[in-house]
């Protein structure tokens, strides 16, 4: 049952209205339980990194389309040596506001339970985490200030008056073919060409740089309640399915452990729907042996607009599952291949 018109719009007013209570400054006193402009979300970052120097540094990785910095914070105790890393990014879709609250939250929780929680020690002691708020920045702020349900970038076709592609067909693998539009006033429109956007071709740079050392790609999205990894431009099975299928299981079930939520895991091209260019078959192919798509609460009733009154219960099951991922890349996985060697 989806909620009808005014409703709606009591909803979006809700979660945009002007609060003196986000517009606080010191971090004891930053509001993780409610929707955060992309300014605050920015500001955010830099006050993360003079708090915690020791734990928390931000860069940037170039900048958007409409000429706004990308900024990552690189979450994890200073190492010499070079560590694994963990590249998590939020806010692929504008409309996805749970997205970017959870990206704030991660850094939070993990920022204030180290050194206490045995898990997170060890995850930052011997991982880095790569985290991007807010990914489609010139989308997200659009959102906030004009079409709450706006999904894509905000870049200017030349033929169109339509503006935006969506950043999760632009990645350079099996581009613009199945479940993805060649029309730029479409939702799922691919872009002119592979990397188009200078959001996904930053991005995309950034990880091919580190390769190496990225163990593992989450991106967040909404909604769904699923968690997602490769293919999703086809049905095939990956060559290391049973260690990631073992990831996705025990993500799933620290998730359920949380609240009773129930997540359905699996390829993306069976669990949700085909699509190409999508980012986390990009990653797999690029050499990260994790990949995953998480789509967050709900199922469809709040939808896009999910009230601030959830974003504490759905960040709180999403960090176990998020832990239980990075955890795993800890562990050494034997794929299949190790295991049954050919004959």
Same mark, same amino acid.
């Given at each position: 049952p989806d909620m009808n018109l005014h409703t709606l719009a009591k909803e979006i007013e809700k979660q945009t209205g002007y609060r003196s209570s986000r517009k606080r400054r010191s971090e004891a006193q930053y509001d993780y339980e409610v929707y955060h402009s992309l300014e605050e979300i920015q500001s955010w970052m830099f006050m993360m990194n003079t708090t915690h120097p020791n734990l928390v540094d931000v860069f940037s990785v170039g900048k958007s389309y409409e000429g706004r910095p990308l900024?990552?914070?690189?979450?994890? #105790?200073?190492?010499?040596?070079?560590?694994?890393?963990?590249?998590?990014?939020?806010?692929?879709?504008?409309?996805?506001?749970?997205?970017?609250?959870?990206?704030?939250? /991660?850094v939070k929780e993990a920022i204030n339970s180290y050194q206490y929680d045995s898990v997170m020690t060890r995850l930052l002691n011997q991982l880095n985490f790569y985290i991007m708020p807010v990914f489609n920045v010139d989308g997200y702020r659009f959102s906030w200030i004009t079409d709450r349900f706006w999904r894509k970038t905000r870049s200017k076709n030349h033929k169109f008056h339509c503006r935006g592609v969506d950043a999760n067909r632009n990645w350079k693998v099996k581009w613009c073919d199945e479940g993805a539009s060649s029309h730029p006033c479409d939702d799922t429109y691919c872009g002119p060409f592979?990397?188009?956007?200078? @959001?996904?071709?930053?991005?995309?740079? /950034?990880?091919?740089?580190?390769? #190496?050392?990225? @163990?593992?790609?989450?991106?967040? *999205?909404?909604?769904?309640?699923?968690?997602?990894?490769?293919?999703?431009?086809k049905y095939a099975t990956i060559p290391n399915f049973?260690?990631?299928?073992?990831?996705? *299981?025990?993500?799933?079930?620290?998730?359920?452990?949380?609240?009773?939520?129930?997540?359905?895991?699996?390829?993306?091209?069976?669990?949700?729907?085909?699509?190409?260019?999508?980012?986390?078959?990009?990653?797999?192919?690029?050499?990260?042996?994790?990949?995953?798509?998480?789509?967050?609460?709900?199922?469809?009733?709040?939808?896009?607009?999910?009230? @601030?009154?959830?974003?504490?219960?759905?960040?709180? @099951?999403?960090?176990?599952?998020?832990? &239980?991922? &990075?955890?795993?890349?800890?562990?050494?996985?034997?794929?299949?291949?190790?295991?049954?060697?050919?004959?």
């Amino acid at each position: 049952p989806d909620m009808n018109l005014h409703t709606l719009a009591k909803e979006i007013e809700k979660q945009t209205g002007y609060r003196s209570s986000r517009k606080r400054r010191s971090e004891a006193q930053y509001d993780y339980e409610v929707y955060h402009s992309l300014e605050e979300i920015q500001s955010w970052m830099f006050m993360m990194n003079t708090t915690h120097p020791n734990l928390v540094d931000v860069f940037s990785v170039g900048k958007s389309y409409e000429g706004r910095p990308l900024y990552v914070l690189q979450l994890g #105790k200073k190492r010499r040596l070079q560590k694994k890393a963990v590249w998590i990014d939020c806010g692929v879709h504008a409309r996805e506001w749970i997205g970017p609250a959870f990206c704030q939250w /991660f850094v939070k929780e993990a920022i204030n339970s180290y050194q206490y929680d045995s898990v997170m020690t060890r995850l930052l002691n011997q991982l880095n985490f790569y985290i991007m708020p807010v990914f489609n920045v010139d989308g997200y702020r659009f959102s906030w200030i004009t079409d709450r349900f706006w999904r894509k970038t905000r870049s200017k076709n030349h033929k169109f008056h339509c503006r935006g592609v969506d950043a999760n067909r632009n990645w350079k693998v099996k581009w613009c073919d199945e479940g993805a539009s060649s029309h730029p006033c479409d939702d799922t429109y691919c872009g002119p060409f592979p990397e188009s956007e200078p @959001e996904v071709k930053a991005v995309a740079k /950034f990880l091919r740089k580190h390769k #190496k050392r990225v @163990e593992a790609y989450i991106s967040i *999205h909404a909604y769904a309640q699923m968690l997602l990894y490769p293919y999703s431009y086809k049905y095939a099975t990956i060559p290391n399915f049973n260690c990631v299928e073992s990831a996705a *299981h025990n993500a799933v079930t620290a998730l359920y452990s949380a609240y009773g939520v129930k997540y359905r895991y699996g390829p993306a091209s069976t669990t949700l729907y085909v699509s190409s260019g999508s980012s986390i078959d990009w990653a797999y192919r690029n050499g990260i042996p994790y990949a995953f798509a998480f789509e967050l609460r709900d199922t469809g009733y709040f939808g896009f607009l999910l009230p @601030e009154s959830l974003i504490k219960p759905t960040c709180t @099951e999403t960090m176990r599952a998020v832990k &239980a991922i &990075a955890s795993g890349v800890l562990k050494k996985c034997k794929t299949d291949r190790e295991k049954f060697p050919y004959i």
